[in-house]
């Protein structure tokens, strides 16, 4: 078995410019770690960690991803938006539902702009109502 520790991580994901490939190629193995840098106190880290999460075969980082979408942050949640466009285009789309709608105007902007082009018509709509009406009840 090929553990990955959070040292592993960490060395991957703390340079200002992580290097995502070396990231990828740990796997699986990392997304406790993963998790836990997502939910942790920099949001520096916790964002390269969703990301990095969203580089993972298939929906896989996808639980990762949607723990950064649900943060107070506002940081964290736009590099979740940013990262559910790695992602497969269901898993993509039950990230970017709750983000298209949220209360700040930047997480939406990512949000809509992260949609995958071959998401289906009815969901852009959906997504794009959602985002408006979020937007008509902050103003």
Not at 11 to 25: N, T
Not at 30 to 41: A, E, F, I, K
């Amino acid at each position: 078995m090929n553990s990955v520790s959070m040292q592993d991580v960490r060395r991957v994901l703390d340079p200002d410019e992580p290097d995502y490939a070396a990231m990828a190629r740990l796997g699986t193995d990392s997304l406790p770690h993963l998790r836990t840098l997502v939910q942790g106190d920099d949001p520096m880290l916790a964002s390269k960690s969703a990301y990095a999460a969203s580089l993972l075969e298939g929906d896989r980082g996808q639980d990762v991803i949607l723990a950064a979408a649900h943060s107070d942050d506002p940081v964290l949640r736009v590099a979740a938006a940013g990262a559910a466009a790695n992602l497969p285009v269901a898993s993509a789309a039950d990230v970017l539902e709750g983000l298209a709608a949220d209360g700040d105007a930047g997480v939406r902007k990512v949000a809509l702009s992260s949609v995958p082009p071959d998401v289906p018509d009815e969901l852009v709509s959906r997504l794009r109502r959602a985002a408006t009406e979020a937007g008509n009840q902050g103003s």
